[in-house]
């Protein structure tokens, strides 16, 4: 099946500076690459994801590239915010099922 | 997008006992899954749940322990069955839409307890 890892575990950052995070999987056929962010008691919240056939899509502040061959991918935020801070999980879906990673705690320091 | 409940929202059991939890989305959905989730862990799926048959379930997880339903494209019953305290846990489900069973959707989780 597939495995999915994700480093780091925990990161602090500075208000303004950019934070990322990267996962890598082992299946091939993993098509689909979400990331999801979950703060304290709440459920976790698609952010943005990506799919194998783009190298790289961006929304705002958030950016996903994914490099097939290498069989990784990462989340760039820019200019963090407080509100930033939460728990973020990568996952990778084959279209049947979803394999998330170990999820990153992050905190954004004001 | 969809819109995911789940009840209860919490509950404290006895150990050897059961407990269903529900959850219902307000729109149809392609693929249904049940995940546990550890504070402060990960997502573990814990199987998929197909509409008229049986779940499929990932490995280390059973139908006697976790008999799910899905008698429907919009609700599904997970039931925790002869519970000990090391089911403790939160259990979610979600829903995924468009083609190939992506964008998925959380339910709120239900926080069992088990003493």
């Known amino acids: 099946g597939e495995n999915v890892e994700q480093h780091p575990s925990t990161l602090s950052v500075q208000e303004g500076d950019s934070a990322v995070i990267k996962c890598t999987y082992s299946d091939s056929a993993s098509n689909y690459f979400p990331w999801y962010k979950q703060e304290l008691g709440k459920r976790p919240q698609l952010i943005i994801d990506i799919r194998s056939n783009v190298g790289e899509k961006k929304d705002q502040r958030i950016a996903v590239t994914l490099n097939k061959t290498a069989k990784h991918f990462s989340l760039h935020i820019t200019e963090t915010q407080p509100e930033d801070s939460a728990v973020y999980f990568c996952?990778?879906?084959?279209?049947?099922?979803?394999?998330f990673g170990t999820g990153t705690s992050l905190t954004v320091i004001p | 997008s969809a819109v995911i409940s789940q009840k209860p929202s919490r509950d404290i059991c006895q150990r050897g006992t059961s407990l269903t939890i529900q959850c219902q989305v307000d729109?149809?959905?392609?693929?249904m899954f049940w995940y546990r989730q550890q504070p402060g862990q990960s997502l573990t799926l814990i199987a998929t749940?197909?509409?008229?048959?049986?779940?499929?379930?990932e490995s280390g997880f059973v139908i006697d322990k976790f008999p799910i339903s899905r008698p429907n494209l919009t609700f599904s019953t997970l039931t925790v069955s002869n519970m000990s305290p090391e089911d403790s846990s939160i259990y979610l489900c979600?829903?995924?839409?468009?083609?190939?069973?992506?964008?998925?959707?959380f339910g709120p989780g239900t926080r069992l307890t088990v003493l």
């Open positions: 979600s829903g995924a839409v468009g083609t190939g069973g992506n964008e998925q959707f």
């Open positions: 749940a197909n509409q008229g048959s049986e779940a499929t379930y």
């Open positions: 729109s149809q959905v392609t693929m």
């Open positions: 996952a990778a879906s084959n279209g049947n099922q979803f394999y």
